[in-house]
């Protein structure tokens, strides 16, 4: 069982099942992973006001993972380098990039100009994993994000446009809002509660 949490703190544990060292941090804790704690992480207990965005390198690429509760082996995520604690009710925005255009596999990339996570770059059809690309808190104001599609063989950028995320005070999800910044080679589903499946869906670029 694990041990009692805060509700908004969270505690990291040097060993699998909530033993070994404990490190507390608290909801706004933005950490990069230094020295000899890197990767070391093996366990973590999250209050219940809180909520834990993690990736496994420092420039927050790698696998990426989202932890809301108790969870006594986080080692899926390959070596922890970096997380930050939000409340829990702060939706993490991601993206997983499909082609529809019969190119090859990781032919076409999908750059995004991420609200507090930086330039995320994704491939078309690059295995199953998503990768973030903003954070919204709960009844936030709306997100204008970036984007850009590039054909990776020709060196051609397909589009340039941006996305508008908003909150959804019925639903408690984020949508995806388009306007005409949106670009029509591009059609978007929704996958959770703020998890969208991007699809390229016309190759030619916007004139």
Known sequence: MAPAVEPTAVNFYTKKDFEGEEYPYAIDAD????????????????????????????NQTGIYKEWEDDHPDISDIDGLSRFRVVSSDTRAISFIFKDSTDGDPKQYSLKVDARDVGSVLILSDDGEGYRLVGILPSGGPPITTGIYVRDEKSKVYIATGSIYFQWNASTKQVDIVEDANF??????KRTGDSAFEITLVDNKPTE
């Open 31 to 58: 950490v990069s992973v230094t020295g000899e704690l890197n990767d070391k992480f093996l366990s973590v207990n999250v209050g219940s006001a809180a909520k834990v965005i993690a990736w496994q390198h420092y």
């Open 183 to 188: 670009p029509k080679q591009l059609e978007h």
